[in-house]
């Protein structure tokens, strides 16, 4: 009887050893060794959304790291302490404060004022919300848009209301616009207004001719409500490859504007 109890606590020692064991093997990651700095830079690799989004949910350190300002900006009205670094209460302040190549991650819930905002650098915009729904830019009545591009951009997961004028107007560089939603006034005013307005020209497609990418508007996966027409270009850029597929209730749109 001795004996079997003996055994019996002898077995029950090596499963809770072989439980400490497997639980230190399952913390111990060789990623987690690796400093702040070396680990701000792979995350830099990470696409913004969802990739780089999620590495946040990992643990706190990760989340400190991934949010950091160094690798984007974030964009929210909710934020009291705006000591805070890299939180702006508007995007205006926020392109600002932008290095080229920054992100801006603009938070979802409620509206965003934006009225002509020029956008001189290299940046990418996203909302932070499962769909572009939860984000909205609003272009008040009298502004000629709510962003002008005026270099090399990217938006993504946004939604773009105008009264009147255009939701965007390029200037030049390459905008790429991906899974957005622009909205224009409906009838009766919808002739004074355009999703996109381009003005980009054949002397400028010369001057930036010298870098990889040329001037151009390039849509995918994009809804696109009211105004007179999805494109007025005034350059020398002309409409592409159009692609319509319907999606339940909308028209989500894939077409590129550039030099012939």
Known sequence: ??????????????????????????????????????????????????????????????????????????????????????????????????????TILIAPGGSHRASNIQIK?????????????????????????????MSTCKLANLTVKAELGCCLLHRKGRLTIDGCVLQCESNPLDYLSCPIVSTASATQQLSSSLNSHTDGVFVSQTRIEGGAKAVLTSGDLELQRVRVIYARTSLLFWFDVEHQ
């Open 121 to 149: 650098k290299p940046l990418c915009l996203i909302g932070g919300g499962e769909l572009p729904d939860e984000t909205t830019l609003i272009c008040s009545r009298g502004s000629d848009s709510a962003l002008e591009f």
């Open 1 to 102: 009887m001795e004996a079997k109890i003996e055994g019996g606590e002898e077995d029950e020692a090596n499963k809770r050893k072989w439980k400490r064991k497997k639980s230190t093997e399952a913390s111990f990651c060789p990623i987690s060794n690796l400093d702040d700095g070396c680990l701000m830079h792979i995350f830099s690799f990470l696409s913004p959304i969802p990739d780089r989004y999620n590495t946040a949910l990992v643990c706190n350190r990760w989340c400190y790291l991934a949010c950091h300002p160094r690798l984007w900006l974030r964009v929210d009205r909710s934020v009291k302490d705006l000591s805070e670094p890299g939180v702006f209460p508007n995007i205006e302040t926020a392109v600002a404060a932008a290095r080229p190549g920054d």
